[in-house]
């Protein structure tokens, strides 16, 4: 078992940390208060290759290995995961998603520029369609629909909460073709934003990520040519299952992020703070905090590491990404909370940056499987 780096994911990583340091902490509390989308960010780390990080180089992508995407998930995640997760659905859902089981032809048209990140100059990249307003861990419950029209599918519905709502050009959707057939019934086609019959909502008021833009995008008599399904008919339910087991690594891996930035601010200020005479460091209630929030954040950073070797390494990564997920994300919330106590007060306010943290690590027990559907994901394979 190697538990040492080589040189060039250590290269990446330390890339991602600069670009996180350099690029996305200026401005990330006013661009979390004002809700504003990361865009001069994203065409920076397109610039760096990390938005088509796994992807095939004859297809634009930088063909780096999933370990390498995980480091610099947490990189980056440790200090703005507005920007990881638009990152992360680029990477885990739309780029795997087209290069894994499109075709030639979908990948020469769509996946070169969403691997680079950009086209024509300006931004290009994608979102995941699965989440509709009754159809979230229950993904069978398709109520959009793909009708087929022999060399088109005409597209009905609505899909919810969906990041990079606003700011992709293409959008991998998941529709029922033939509902009497089920999950088997299930197509995913590729849609461009600006066809006719495509819109988008207002944007999400949320609690965290609030940089991301997440919207409602609705269809209404959308034509989508045949050529624009991925796989044969009815294999698009097993897309999202599969595509999102790899989504997965990355969110663990930006909740693995968001826990050692606010690990990282909580040691740095214990040292600073003095009470009775001492920095708070001392005290042994503190310490027994921080070797807490190390000692979780560690064991998180192996379940990551681990789903990502096995994922490299052709193995069934299924239950390894929810342990790795379920857990990262718990970590995240519960090492963000502490990290403000420590913080006292001072917490509590914008420009110590953990309250962020905090708000922003709700939504990796949520997004891409519930910490309630990973329980269930890995029950049924340790039972089976």
């Known amino acids: ?16 940390r ?29 610039e760096l290759g990390f938005m088509g990080m796994m992807v095939d180089t004859k297809y634009g992508g930088a063909g780096m290995d999933t370990v390498s995407y995980v480091l610099a998930m947490e990189e980056i995640s440790k200090v703005d995961a507005s920007v990881s997760v638009c990152m992360s659905v680029n990477n885990s859902l739309v780029c795997w998603g087209l290069d894994t089981f499109g075709n030639e032809e979908q990948k020469t048209k769509y996946l070169t ?11 290009y990249i994608g979102a995941f369609l699965l989440s509709e307003p009754e159809a979230g861990s229950d993904a069978t419950s398709q109520r959009t629909v793909a009708e087929d029209k022999g060399d088109y599918y005409l597209l009905n519905g609505t899909k919810n909460w969906i990041t990079n709502g606003n700011s992709a050009s293409v959008y991998l959707v998941m529709a029922q073709t033939d509902a009497a057939k089920g999950s088997r019934g299930i197509n995913t086609l590729i849609v461009e934003k600006n066809w006719p019959g495509v819109s988008v909502g207002a944007k999400e008021n949320k609690l965290g990520i609030r940089g991301s833009d997440t919207h409602s995008i609705m269809f209404q008599d959308v034509k989508v040519p045949k050529a624009n399904r991925i796989g044969e008919e009815g294999f698009g339910f097993t897309f999202a299952m599969k595509t999102l087991a790899g989504g997965r690594i990355g969110i663990a891996s930006q909740a693995l992020g968001i826990a050692s930035g606010a690990y990282e601010r909580a040691v740095a200020y214990s040292k600073e703070r003095k009470a009775f005479g001492k920095e708070i460091a001392h005290h042994q209630a503190i310490q027994f905090k921080l070797a807490d929030m190390a000692t979780r954040i560690e064991a998180a950073r192996l379940l990551c590491l681990k789903a990502a070797w096995e994922k490299d390494n052709g193995k069934d990564y299924t239950l390894s990404s929810s342990m790795a997920k379920v857990y990262a994300s718990e970590t995240a919330m519960w090492v963000a909370t502490e990290a ?17 943290m905090m708000r922003d690590a709700k939504i990796t027990q949520i997004y891409e499987g519930t910490s309630e559907v990973q329980r269930i994901v890995i029950g049924r394979s340790i039972l089976k």
Do not use: T
């Open 1 to 16: 078992m190697q538990f040492q780096l080589n040189e060039e994911q250590l290269m990446i990583q330390k890339a991602a």
């Open 113 to 123: 520029h969403l691997a680079q990140g950009r086209k024509d100059g300006d931004l």
């Open 340 to 356: 403000v106590q420590i913080h006292g007060g001072y917490g509590y306010v914008k420009e110590y940056h953990v309250e962020r």
């Open 18 to 46: 600069d670009f996180a340091v350099n690029e996305c902490l200026p401005g990330v509390i006013e661009r979390d208060e004002h809700q504003k989308f990361p865009k001069e960010q994203i065409l920076k780390l397109a």
